[in-house]
């Protein structure tokens, strides 16, 4: 049975108290355009309780679900009624020109080489199918970025190989791949950023370490065990989400250019 709103799951009650995951999904849509009648391929990285799965899903489309990590796959299932793929980096267990579009959240930071998954996100589409690639934006002039590594919430607290990708840097990535660059947005600039790092701050050095070490790459709950775990903490971040969600919106102030996290919409070259 597939959820709605009504349900009440702790995915979506997660989701609507998560700033910068709704920042991202709200980005992302904007590029995605209507993909009604297409075959679609959502793929993540660990970072993923089902949630924007169920929300890429209300977009219209008929919708495929793979993580590269393969973590709480199970959950992840039976949150969306339907099978979450375990996807090797290399190797998609899916037919060449299988889809109409590829959307990858947060998945290349993790990757030692972005290249081998870029070409097997190509080979999985079919000609004129587009790639929607969401990273961290790595730009170590980011004030932001800064801050977080000056108290410790370097890269590889949260499971990354590198920090991130300025937009000219995915763009390339991009090219190299065999995709032609469509489009490009962000999300999340200062002030959502600083009320994530307290939130992950509080859970990864904090909360996890007070129930054992916090997993590598683990910056938030991802199952209905950890939440349970950390419930009380969670009810209180609840209280507090309004007054966090105001300081979020002093971003409006802020430049693009300060987005901590980059988004380019790519379409599949022929060559």
Same mark, same amino acid.
């Given at each position: 049975?597939?959820?709605?709103? =009504?349900?009440?799951?702790? *995915? @979506?009650?997660?989701f609507r108290r998560?700033?910068?995951? *709704?920042?991202?999904?709200?980005?992302?849509?904007? #590029?995605?355009?209507?993909?009604?009648?297409?075959?679609? @391929? @959502?793929?993540?990285?660990?970072?993923?309780?089902?949630? #924007?799965?169920?929300?890429?899903?209300?977009?219209?489309?008929?919708?495929?679900?793979?993580?590269?990590?393969?973590?709480?796959?199970?959950?992840?299932?039976?949150?969306?009624?339907?099978?979450?793929?375990?996807?090797? =980096?290399?190797? $998609?267990?899916?037919?060449?020109? !299988? $889809?109409?579009?590829?959307?990858?959240?947060?998945?290349?930071?993790? %990757?030692?080489?972005? !290249?081998?998954? #870029?070409?097997?996100?190509?080979?999985?589409? +079919?000609?004129?199918?587009?790639?929607?690639?969401?990273?961290?934006?790595?730009?170590?002039? %980011?004030?932001?970025?800064?801050?977080k590594w000056q108290?410790?919430?370097?890269?590889?607290?949260?499971?990354?190989?590198?920090?991130?990708?300025?937009?000219?840097e995915l763009r390339?990535? #991009?090219? *190299?791949?065999?995709?032609?660059? *469509?489009?490009?947005?962000?999300?999340?600039?200062?002030?959502?950023?600083?009320?994530?790092?307290?939130? &992950?701050?509080?859970?990864?050095?904090?909360?996890?370490?007070?129930?054992?070490?916090?997993?590598?790459?683990?910056?938030?709950?991802?199952?209905?065990?950890?939440?349970?775990?950390?419930?009380?903490?969670?009810?209180?971040?609840? %209280?507090?989400?309004?007054?966090? +969600?105001?300081?979020?919106?002093?971003?409006?102030?802020?430049?693009?250019?300060?987005? &901590?996290?980059?988004?380019?919409?790519?379409?599949?070259? =022929?060559?």
């Amino acid at each position: 049975m597939k959820s709605t709103p =009504e349900t009440a799951d702790w *995915q @979506l009650q997660m989701f609507r108290r998560s700033l910068k995951k *709704q920042l991202k999904l709200e980005a992302m849509l904007a #590029l995605l355009g209507d993909v009604t009648g297409k075959q679609c @391929l @959502l793929v993540t990285c660990g970072d993923n309780n089902g949630a #924007l799965n169920y929300y890429f899903r209300a977009q219209g489309g008929e919708w495929t679900w793979g993580d590269v990590i393969g973590d709480n796959l199970a959950e992840m299932a039976a949150f969306l009624g339907e099978p979450v793929h375990e996807l090797s =980096e290399a190797a $998609f267990p899916f037919a060449d020109g !299988q $889809f109409d579009g590829v959307v990858a959240i947060d998945v290349l930071e993790h %990757l030692v080489e972005d !290249q081998p998954f #870029l070409r097997e996100v190509r080979r999985v589409l +079919r000609p004129q199918g587009f790639a929607l690639v969401t990273v961290p934006n790595g730009d170590p002039r %980011l004030l932001a970025n800064r801050i977080k590594w000056q108290v410790g919430m370097t890269p590889e607290i949260y499971g990354h190989t590198r920090a991130g990708y300025t937009l000219v840097e995915l763009r390339h990535s #991009l090219s *190299q791949g065999g995709f032609i660059p *469509q489009a490009e947005g962000g999300y999340s600039r200062f002030f959502t950023e600083m009320m994530e790092l307290i939130i &992950n701050f509080g859970y990864v050095f904090v909360l996890a370490r007070k129930k054992g070490k916090a997993a590598e790459g683990q910056i938030a709950p991802t199952s209905g065990r950890e939440l349970k775990t950390h419930g009380l903490a969670y009810r209180l971040y609840s %209280l507090a989400y309004p007054f966090m +969600r105001l300081i979020s919106r002093l971003d409006t102030l802020l430049s693009p250019s300060g987005d &901590n996290a980059v988004i380019v919409l790519g379409v599949r070259s =022929e060559e």
